[in-house]
C-alpha cells in the first residue's frame, strides 16, 4: 500500500505570515498534484509537478517537488484569509495503466484576520 | 466553460434503500474516475473509466456498488442496499488523456454528492 503523509494536519496563522506544508511519500511519484478544497465542495486543483527538482510559482504559492520525486512543499507567503482551507496532495505512481490517486489527509489551514 | 458537474449534490436515506449518484465530466475529457471521502480523510479511489470501458475497481468497492458510463459521456454510481458505513462525500473527478502523450494525471473535480445514511 503507497502512503502519502501530509503535515502538519492542521495549521493557525495570523493574516501576513508565511507558511509551509509538506508531502512526503516513500515511493516515487510519476506526477503529483496539489489541491485546495472547502468545506462541502470538491478539491480544486492548484498545480501540477513532474519533473524532480521543479519549482512552480501561482501567485503567493510556491510549490516545490523534491529531487527524487518523493515529495513536495507547498510555501504560501503573506497569508491571506482566503487561503483558507484543506490543501491536500496527490500522488500518481508510476505503474502500468494506473491512474488513480491517490491523497494524503490533507492540511487544515486557518488563517486570521 | 463548465466543469465536472454531479447530482444531487445531497442526499439522505435510510439503510437499506439504494442510492444512484450521477456525473457528468467535462466534455472533451475521456477519463473519468470516482472517489470516496470521509470526515478527516483525503479522497479515496472507488473505480476508473476510459470512454465506456471500467478499467480500475479498488477493493473499496464492495459488491452493493455498481459504476457504469454506458456511453462514455456521464457516469452512475449506484449504492444497494446502503449502510451507515456509506456515508461519506462522492467525488467525480475526469481527465483527458491522450495515446502516445505523456499523461501528467491532472484530474478535475466535481462540487460531490454528500451521502448519509440514517
Given at each position: 500500500?503507497?502512503?502519502?503523509?501530509?503535515?502538519?494536519q492542521f495549521l493557525s496563522i495570523q493574516e501576513g505570515e508565511n507558511l509551509t506544508v509538506y508531502c512526503n511519500s516513500s515511493s516515487v511519484f510519476s506526477s503529483l498534484q496539489w489541491y485546495r478544497q472547502e468545506p462541502g465542495e470538491g478539491p480544486v486543483l492548484l498545480v501540477t509537478v513532474v519533473t524532480g527538482g521543479e519549482v512552480k510559482k501561482l501567485k503567493r504559492l510556491t510549490f516545490q517537488f523534491g529531487d527524487a520525486r518523493k515529495d513536495s512543499s507547498l510555501h504560501i507567503t503573506a497569508a491571506q484569509p482566503g487561503d483558507t482551507g484543506l490543501y491536500l496532495c496527490a500522488g500518481a505512481y508510476s505503474g502500468a495503466g494506473s491512474y488513480q490517486l491517490t491523497f494524503g489527509k490533507g492540511t487544515k489551514l486557518?488563517?486570521?484576520p | 466553460d463548465?466543469?465536472?458537474?454531479q447530482d444531487p449534490r445531497h442526499k439522505i436515506t435510510k439503510r437499506g434503500q439504494n442510492v444512484t449518484f450521477?456525473?457528468?465530466p467535462i466534455s472533451e475529457h475521456n477519463r473519468l474516475y470516482w472517489y470516496r471521502q470521509t470526515l478527516g480523510q483525503g479522497?479515496?479511489?472507488?473505480?476508473?473509466?476510459?470512454?465506456?470501458a471500467?478499467?480500475?475497481?479498488?477493493?473499496?468497492?464492495?459488491?452493493r456498488f455498481s459504476a457504469?458510463?454506458?456511453?462514455?459521456?456521464?457516469?452512475?454510481l449506484e449504492i444497494q442496499r446502503t449502510e451507515q458505513g456509506d456515508s461519506a462525500m462522492y467525488l467525480c473527478a475526469?481527465?483527458?488523456?491522450?495515446a502516445g502523450v505523456s499523461s501528467y494525471n491532472e484530474q478535475f473535480f466535481g462540487p460531490g454528492t454528500r451521502l448519509t445514511v440514517l
Open positions: 500500500t503507497q502512503l502519502l503523509e501530509q503535515s502538519p486557518s488563517v486570521i | 463548465t466543469g465536472v458537474s450521477r456525473c457528468d479522497p479515496e479511489f472507488l473505480t476508473y473509466f476510459q470512454n465506456e471500467q478499467l480500475e475497481k479498488s477493493r473499496l468497492l464492495s459488491d457504469e458510463r454506458p456511453k462514455g459521456s456521464f457516469s452512475t475526469s481527465s483527458l488523456g491522450l
